[in-house]
């Protein structure tokens, strides 16, 4: 392991209270591990409508995959994984959901007031797919300061070992951003970390983690998608570090809005 070229200065900000949703447990769990399992926070049915709005969505996008890019752009491949993004643009469906409660109080537990949607996709893995997503860190792909920032990766179906569900590697988070390399799937960070722990989750849990969390999605082998929709927080002054050397700010009014639409700054 080695650091991010940019991560000269990093220092673990641990969550402060009181806490609006997590327990005492999970908060420590979090500061830690650099993630934990919220279990049962949504019903049936807001996932029902939360997957059967996107789907025609995911549908489209594999169909332009096919049509347009020979099958595969970067990590996305037509019949094997796709990441479908921004959906908060297009459904005021979705838009709701990253405004949910749920969102809101985790996010002032870990995040702080004033928290920002800063990304969102779903990610389906689909059948028969014996892929692993490598380890990586999601502020590895693109470099956003404060490095701390929240993911909430929602199961749309029960994620399960054989059929992908998370795996951490507990820790590493208090490092600061990692080195990334390209590989075949994509960016990694480590190799055969030690010590990593599997995730599963039920329809209505959240895997939340740190964006700092080594993390990696296991192959899909049963007969069926593995759906999820990822969603991510970021502190209000979040700025993100483009490829191309500039810097810009996270507060896209159309997909980086407030979590709680009542937050005034």
């Known amino acids: 392991m080695r650091l991010h070229d940019l991560n000269t200065d990093f220092e673990w900000r641990t969550s402060a209270g009181p806490l609006q949703r997590l327990t005492q447990t999970q908060a420590s769990q979090y500061d830690t591990d650099g993630y934990f399992l919220l279990e049962g926070v949504f019903t049936a049915e807001e996932i029902q409508a939360v997957r059967e709005t996107i789907d025609p969505f995911e549908h489209e996008f594999e169909e332009m995959l096919r049509e347009k890019y020979n099958g595969q752009v970067f990590i996305a491949k037509a019949e094997a994984i796709t990441f479908t993004t921004f959906l908060v643009k ?64 929602v199961p749309l179906t029960d994620a399960t070992l054989e059929n992908g569900c998370p795996w951490v590697a507990p820790g590493i988070h208090r490092m600061g951003t990692l080195h990334h390399e390209y590989g075949r799937l994509g960016l990694e960070c480590l190799k055969d970390p030690k010590d990593t722990v599997a995730v599963p989750a039920r329809v209505g849990d959240i895997v939340v983690f740190s964006s700092l969390t080594p993390h990696r999605t296991g192959p899909n082998l049963t007969g069926d998608t593995r759906k999820s929709y990822i969603l991510q927080y970021a502190p209000d002054e979040a700025t993100v570090h483009r490829h191309d050397g500039s810097k810009v700010a996270a507060n896209d009014p159309e997909r980086q809005f407030y979590v709680d639409p009542h937050y005034v700054a």
Do not use: I
């Not at 749920?102 to 893995?125: C, E, I, M, N, S």
């Open 90 to 153: 297009r459904s005021e469906t979705l838009k709701a959901f990253a405004q949910h409660p749920v969102f809101r109080d985790v996010t002032q537990d870990t995040v702080g007031p004033g928290a920002r949607l800063y990304h969102d996709q779903a990610v389906y893995k689909k059948p028969g797919n014996p892929d692993e997503f490598p380890w990586h860190q999601d502020n590895g792909y693109t470099f956003t300061e404060p490095q701390q920032y929240l993911t909430c990766w």
